[in-house]
Nanobody, 120 residues
Framework: QVQLVESGGGLVQAGGSLRLSCAAS????????MGWFRQAPGKEREFVAA????????RYAVSVKGRFTISRDNAKNTMYLQMNSLKPEDTAVYYC?????????????WGQGTQVTVAS
């Protein structure tokens, strides 16, 4: 499985924006669908968004649809999550992962993630 490193988190005011990045260790990145997940304190990890290997298909959790945009640059082995109109309830550690299809993103193992904190 491709190795992934998340970055780009930080502290932002409600209504602000952040862009997260997920960098892959090698070119096999372009063969996989990719996804973002998040885990808030005291809550289970939840799905946020996913993108097909080509970038032509995406899907989002209802809670972020219209505010977040997932994208990827296969030439850079990197996936992104543009987060706009952030809300305090978006506060969480954000993780990325890969899988064969949009519907089968792995949830077996996780990296360190990147912390997003939205202040009210």
């Amino acid at each position: 499985q491709v190795q992934l490193v998340e970055s780009g988190g930080g502290l932002v005011q409600a209504g602000g924006s952040l862009r997260l990045s997920c960098a892959a260790s090698d070119r096999t990145f372009s063969m996989y669908a990719m996804g973002w997940f998040r885990q808030a304190p005291g809550k289970e990890r939840e799905f946020v968004a996913a993108i097909s290997w080509s970038g032509s298909s995406t899907r989002y959790a209802v809670s972020v649809k219209g505010r977040f945009t997932i994208s990827r640059d296969n030439a850079k082995n990197t996936m992104y999550l543009q987060m706009n109109s952030l809300k305090p309830e978006d506060t969480a550690v954000y993780y990325c992962n890969s899988g064969p299809t949009l519907a089968t993103i792995s949830t077996d193992s996780w990296g360190q993630g990147t912390q997003v904190t939205v202040a009210s």
